[in-house]
Every structure is written in structure tokens, then in C-alpha cells.
């Protein structure tokens, strides 16, 4: 879920890296290219990447399962970025304000809403190495899976 493509534009300038973008939808405003997929199947051999970016993904995946298991075929590791809240209040307000906005895009509306206990207990079942880093986002957890 690349979005705009500003953070794989970014990460081209700040590491030297070479990223490419892809989406469910276009609104790439990034000078990079961008490939359009289903959401479910990813256009790429295995292992042809070093690390794969899911940030803010997973909770909007329609097939959650099947495009974890695809990233994981087509990358060594997975980074994934996702909202950690805990709280009932919290999760319906974003589930409500994060699928008002998405809906005026085309969006996928985000349904899978987790805490850090339940992510870290989802992504377990699909690798046998996921790391939660510590983060001073509030709300939000980063899983590495390798």
C-alpha cells in the first residue's frame, strides 16, 4: 500500500535504495512508478526483495491472510507498521474516522483493527521470527518478520 509514494521517495533518498511502489489504487503523487495489483496476489518471483514496508496495510486487506503470506514469498523480511490500541472507544473512533476517509478514495475499509497482543499472536501463526520494536508512536506497534 503505497499511497501517495512520498515515503518509498524518501527512503530512495535517505538510504539509497530501490523501491518499488504498489497499490490496490493510484494516487501516486511520487516521481516513482507504481504497479497496481489485486490485493492478494503479489506480481513478483520469490525473494526477489530484501524487505517489504506494510505500513498502515494490513488493516484495510480485504484477504489480510493471503497478502501476508504473499509478502512473506516475495520478501526475506516484513516490516509492518499498524495501529496497537487497545482501547474499545479508541479502535471504533478509528475504525469510523480512518474508513470516512479511506471511503472517498476507494479504499478497502479497514475491519482488522488489533492490539499489540493480538497482531503479535496473527503474524506468529504465518513466522516462526516476529519481532515487536519499541516505538514512542502512540498507538502504534512496528512487527518485523523474518
Known amino acids: 500500500g503505497s499511497g501517495s509514494g512520498l515515503i518509498g521517495e524518501e527512503l530512495t533518498k535517505r538510504i539509497n535504495s530501490n523501491v518499488?511502489?504498489?497499490?490496490?489504487?493510484?494516487?501516486?503523487?511520487?516521481?516513482?512508478?507504481?504497479?497496481?495489483?489485486?490485493?492478494?496476489?503479489?506480481?513478483?518471483?520469490?525473494?526477489?526483495f530484501d524487505t517489504a514496508l506494510l505500513l498502515d496495510v494490513l488493516h484495510h486487506s480485504e484477504k489480510e491472510e493471503a497478502l501476508l503470506k504473499e509478502a512473506l514469498r516475495v520478501a526475506k523480511r516484513i516490516i509492518i507498521l499498524e495501529e496497537t490500541f487497545s482501547s474499545k472507544f479508541l479502535v471504533a473512533f478509528l475504525t469510523i474516522g480512518d474508513n470516512?476517509?479511506?471511503?472517498?478514495?476507494?479504499?478497502?475499509?479497514?475491519?482488522?483493527?488489533?492490539?499489540?497482543?493480538?497482531?503479535?499472536?496473527?503474524?506468529?501463526?504465518?513466522?516462526?521470527?516476529?519481532?515487536?520494536?519499541?516505538?514512542?508512536?502512540?498507538?502504534?506497534?512496528?512487527?518485523?518478520?523474518?
Do not use: C
Not at 489504487?25 to 504497479?35: A, E, R
Not at 483493527?113 to 496473527?122: D, T, V
Open 20 to 48: 518499488v511502489l504498489l497499490d490496490v489504487i493510484d494516487w501516486n503523487t511520487s516521481n516513482l512508478p507504481l504497479t497496481l495489483f489485486d490485493g492478494e496476489h503479489l506480481p513478483f518471483p520469490d525473494k526477489s
Open 100 to 146: 470516512l476517509q479511506w471511503i472517498l478514495y476507494g479504499m478497502p475499509i479497514g475491519l482488522h483493527h488489533r492490539n499489540r497482543g493480538q497482531w503479535l499472536k496473527f503474524l506468529s501463526r504465518y513466522a516462526r521470527n516476529v519481532k515487536v520494536v519499541p516505538t514512542g508512536l502512540f498507538g502504534r506497534g512496528i512487527f518485523v518478520m523474518e
